[in-house]
């Protein structure tokens, strides 16, 4: 079993920023790629960006965020988090930690984002 716990939400003006952290914690060794996913109102869930466990940290980014938002980890923290700059209206979400096993993925409760002036 994973643990997930994120932190970091709120409410943020255009262009604004905000740091998003997610602590892992259990059976993290069985881990090989941790993800940000975010749900807007009435929209899928869709994944923002994903970092590999192994050294290096491959990341990926949905084209909606690139050039926006950073995904970094902290291994002796056992932390991954979501660096969100340059925000818009559209990024309004409510953003979950995921994590990525083999047989299944983890999920956090989930941290609101609020882009409004």
């Known amino acids: 079993q994973v643990q997930l716990v994120e932190s970091g939400g709120g409410l943020v003006q255009p262009g604004g920023s905000l740091r998003l952290s997610c602590a892992a914690s259990?059976?993290?060794?069985?881990?090989?790629?941790m993800a940000w996913y975010r749900q807007a109102p009435g929209k899928q869930r869709e994944l923002v960006a994903t970092i590999t466990t192994a050294a290096g940290g491959r990341t990926n980014y949905a084209d909606s965020v690139k050039g926006r938002f950073t995904i970094s980890r902290d291994n002796a923290k056992n932390t991954v988090y979501l660096q969100m700059n340059s925000l818009e209206t559209e990024d309004t979400a409510v953003y979950y930690c995921?994590?990525?096993?083999?047989?299944?993925?983890?999920w956090g409760q989930g941290t609101q984002v609020t882009v409004s002036s």
């Open positions: 995921n994590a990525k096993t083999t047989t299944r993925d983890y």
């Open positions: 259990g059976s993290i060794f069985d881990l090989y790629a």
